[in-house]
């Protein structure tokens, strides 16, 4: 916020100061044409009144004049001393030139004499525009640290008031974070003492036991979920990187998900035969559980995981055979309680905690996670990790 907004006055203060700096360089380069040109008017007003060529009246004298001045006469010849008039101060073929003379700037004016209705000569009028120069020098200098230290100390106040700003922001969310991670730490115990007093009555009643024990798993399963993406959002995950066999951990996710789900999951590779990533194990395991149990409930229980490696990453790609999801699906796939079908029941759907917790876990480990389409129809889903 505190960039954004230095940078949209930087922004304001470039554009007002440079069209302001072009418009006083216009101004004061017309006002310098305008004094050569009066100095040329008067002289040639002097010549007519005179009647005749004459020298200008400080022409026996060092000039100290703003606007030097010289006559000459109709064959080009100068009128007065040669020493009285500078080498440069002579007729030009345009009437308003600019010619350097010892390193500035000289705006130089000629203009045609008449006596009596007669041309008589060309009076050429000097004006050096170093006063011009060194005054834009200045106003760039004030425009360029004025407006840096206006910047800066713009930036500096939006930071203090954005952070003041954002502090109800930030303790709301820390307490969502708190509240969350207390309510599931505190909810497992009641749940191990219900999951504990149903089996013992289970015998009574079977059916309804199986039923109770069923859903007391769910929440116990979600409860675990809440908590690690409560803890994902406060920076306490326990991530422990370090080197890893991801064939083996591949191959043993893909097992226990044919175990614990039913979900047949072929393991490919294109890469070397032995891939080391940087991971954390017990993280690696539940995100790519989460990715095969989202296989199971969407995917058809199907899919093909392929090991790869690209330019330092080592690639894990889940490919299922299911009806895939349409792109506003997919960025919205990740987030907590989303289910692509809400008619879908929670037997059939789960709690829409699983991606979102496999993005929290792999981001952990310094790695990526993306949806896909796969060839032919499905969801793929695309892991991405250091490799070791």
Not at 49 to 76: I, K
Not at 93 to 120: C, F, H, K, M, Y
Not at 315 to 334: K, M, T
Not at 352 to 360: C, M, P, V
Request: some cysteine; proline content about 6%.
């Amino acid at each position: 916020m505190a960039l954004s907004h230095g940078g949209v006055l930087l922004l304001i203060l470039v554009l007002l100061g440079g069209v302001g700096y072009l418009l006083l360089a216009r101004s004061l380069d017309r006002n310098a044409t305008a004094v050569a040109r009066a100095a040329v008017a008067e002289e040639a007003d002097r010549v007519a009144e005179a009647g005749r060529l004459v020298q200008p009246p400080d022409s026996d004298v060092p000039s100290s004049a703003e606007v030097r001045v010289g006559l000459f006469d109709a064959s080009g010849q100068l009128v007065g001393e040669p020493g009285d008039v500078p080498s440069w101060l002579r007729p030009r073929s345009d009437p308003v030139t600019t010619v350097q003379v010892l390193g500035e700037e000289v705006r130089v004016i000629t203009a045609p004499l008449s006596i009596r209705g007669a041309p008589a000569g060309t009076v050429v009028a000097g004006l050096s525009l170093q006063p011009t120069d060194k005054l834009l020098d200045r106003v760039r200098l004030v425009l360029l640290l004025g407006g840096l230290a206006a910047v800066a100390l713009s930036s500096v106040a939006g930071w203090v008031l954005a952070g003041r700003a954002l502090r109800p922001v930030r303790r709301a969310y820390e307490a969502q974070s708190a509240f969350a991670a207390d309510a599931s730490h505190e909810l497992r115990t009641p749940l191990a003492f219900v999951r504990s007093g149903v089996e013992v009555l289970a015998p009574a009643d079977p059916a309804l036991g199986e039923e109770v024990v069923a859903e007391v798993d769910h929440l116990a399963a979600l409860t675990d979920r809440l908590l690690a993406l409560a803890r994902s959002d406060a920076g306490a995950l326990p991530v422990h990187v370090r080197p890893v066999e991801a064939g083996e951990l591949c191959a043993a996710a893909a097992e226990r998900g044919r175990r614990a789900l039913g979900v047949q999951v072929d393991v490919v590779g294109n890469g070397p035969k032995s891939l080391c990533c940087s991971a954390d194990p017990v993280a690696l395991h539940a995100a790519l559980d989460a990715v095969i149990e989202n296989v199971a409930r969407y995917g058809g229980g199907r899919a093909t995981l392929t090991l790869g490696a690209t330019d330092g990453r080592v690639s894990i790609q889940v490919a299922d055979r299911g009806p895939g999801l349409v792109p506003g699906q997919r960025e919205r796939a990740f987030e907590r309680f989303y289910r692509a079908d809400p008619a879908r029941t929670r037997e059939d759907g789960g709690a829409g905690l699983g991606l979102s917790l496999a993005k929290s876990l792999i981001e952990a480990q310094h790695g990526s996670i993306r949806l896909g389409d796969t060839p032919g129809g499905g969801l793929t889903v695309a892991i991405e990790l250091p490799r070791a």
